[in-house]
């Protein structure tokens, strides 16, 4: 049996109209409080939020008592990080822990790594470690969407914790040992995006033209293995 401590809610949908295959919009609160229901019966506590999910962290502050939150930063606009910036930004991540109605989180995650290039970065990197020192943040990393991503975060800091796009269509990243890599520096990694925004999980023929041009033919093979497998 798997371990409920490997799963984590994604809460894009709680607050906000997010996903390809998202027919419905935002996720009716009759229905959040019963995945919040259904989580907390199976010992599933741990959820990923952010402050641009619309009002999905006040939810989970209203609904679900013991949690694990993994939550990140709002992007920064100008090109170079000031105190400004990161007043702010310290401003948002108690206005966030106000809305979780928590006191600490598990994690605090850089949302864009393009904020790691910019200059002054150091700033924001200094910001996340003094939260860690506190007390109110347990894990500080960031998410990111390439190898590069990676590379260009370790010449500034090197995270507790990464998110990484992975799937069993989406394996851009399991190449030339990178996670075997991450482990070794005891970095925690946490898979997002495993369904492709629901991609892999849905009807093709629902699907938008361009998205079922796109993914048609592995979507075809794809269910054959589910079959053949007696998966699905």
């Not at 679900?64 to 400004?84: A, G």
């Not at 600490?104 to 990197?125: F, G, M, P, R």
Request: hydrophobic share 40%; glycine share 4%; aromatic share 10%.
């Amino acid at each position: 049996m798997i371990d409920p401590k490997k799963f984590i809610i994604g809460t894009a949908q709680f607050g906000t109209d997010y996903g390809i295959t998202n027919f419905y919009g935002k996720t009716k609160i009759s229905e959040i409080k019963k995945i919040i229901k259904e989580a907390d019966r199976n010992n599933i506590y741990f959820y990923d939020t952010a402050p641009v999910y619309g009002n999905a962290e006040k939810i989970l502050g209203r609904f679900s008592k013991k949690i694990n939150v993994i939550t990140k930063l709002k992007n920064i606009n100008e090109k170079r990080i000031n105190l400004k910036n990161i007043e702010l930004i310290k401003k948002n991540f108690y206005k966030s822990l106000k809305n979780l109605n928590l006191k600490k989180i598990y994690a605090l995650l850089i949302h864009s790594t393009k904020d790691i290039t910019k200059d002054n970065s150091e700033l924001l990197v200094s910001l996340l470690k003094d939260l860690k020192k506190k007390g109110v943040v347990k894990k500080i990393g960031v998410s990111i969407y390439e190898k590069k991503d990676f590379d260009n975060t370790l010449k500034v800091f090197k995270p507790d914790l990464i998110q990484i796009p992975i799937s069993i269509a989406d394996q851009r990243l399991l190449y030339k040992n990178f996670i075997k890599k991450i482990k070794k520096m005891n970095i925690e990694i946490h898979a997002r995006s495993i369904f492709l925004q629901g991609i892999l999980i849905s009807n093709k023929n629902k699907l938008p033209i361009k998205i079922k041009k796109k993914f048609n033919n592995y979507l075809v093979n794809f269910n054959k293995k589910l079959k053949k497998e007696k998966i699905a």
